[in-house]
C-alpha cells in the first residue's frame, strides 16, 4: 500500500511517511521479538520502509543495536525522520541494501561489518511484493551474515498446505498478481525449504493479526 507524507503545520519539512499496516501490526511483531530476541545484540531491518518499525519498536528495545536498510532511497529521508522523532539512540540511519546482488550489495568493508556478527535479521512485508528471487536473495545473505544461532525473522502473509486460506488472502493475491506478475504469497513449505537449504531452521511460526504470520528461523552450525 502506498505510504503518505506526513501532513505538518511546521515550517520546517517533515519527511515522515506513514504505512497503515505498519500502525496496526507494530504492536504484535514487538511482542513476539520482545519476548524472542537475546537481551543484547545486534539487529539488521531488511526493507525498512517509512521507518515507522525502527523508530516505534527499536525504541523499546534499547539493548538492541538497530540497523535500518532500504532498496529504494527516496525512502532514506523518512526513515531518517523517523529515527529522529523517537530520540532513540540504539538506532542507525539506513544502509542501501539490494537482496538480489549476491553481497546484497553492501561492498567488502560493510559485508565485514556484518558477517557473522549479526545477531538478529529481520524483514517484513517484502518477500510477496518482489520476485521470488527477493526471497532466495535475503535468505541466502541471512546465512551468510548470521552469527552462530542468529534469527532470521519474516512477516506477512502465507499459504499454508495444511491450513484453509482466508478469502482476503486469496484476494491479495490476485491483486498482487495483477500488478506483477512475479509478485504473490508465497506457499509456507517453500520458504521453509529455502531456509532448510542454506542452514536456516524454521524455529517458530508466530501466529499474528490479519492473516498473517512471523517466521522465525534460526541458523544452525553447518550454515
Known sequence: MTSQP???????????RYAPATERNREAIYEVLKNNLPQTGTLLEIAS???????????????ISWQTSEYDRDLFPSIKAHIQASEANNISPPV???????DWGLGKEKQAQFQNKTDVII??????????????GLVQGASRLLSENGNLFIYGPFFQSDVKTAPSNIEFDQWLKERDASWGIRQLDDVRSLGHNHGLVLHKI????????????????NA
Open 206 to 221: 508466530h501466529t499474528m493479526p490479519a492473516n498473517n504470520l512471523f517466521l522465525q528461523f534460526k541458523k544452525t552450525t
Open 49 to 63: 520502509g517509512t521507518g515507522e518499525h525502527a523508530a516505534w519498536i527499536g525504541a523499546r528495545l534499547p539493548a
Open 6 to 16: 506526513a501532513k505538518s503545520s511546521s515550517p520546517v519539512a517533515d519527511h515522515r
Open 96 to 102: 542501501h541494501i539490494d537482496v538480489m546482488q549476491d
Open 123 to 136: 524483514c517484513a512485508n517484502m518477500i510477496h511484493i518482489a520476485p521470488w528471487d527477493a526471497a532466495i
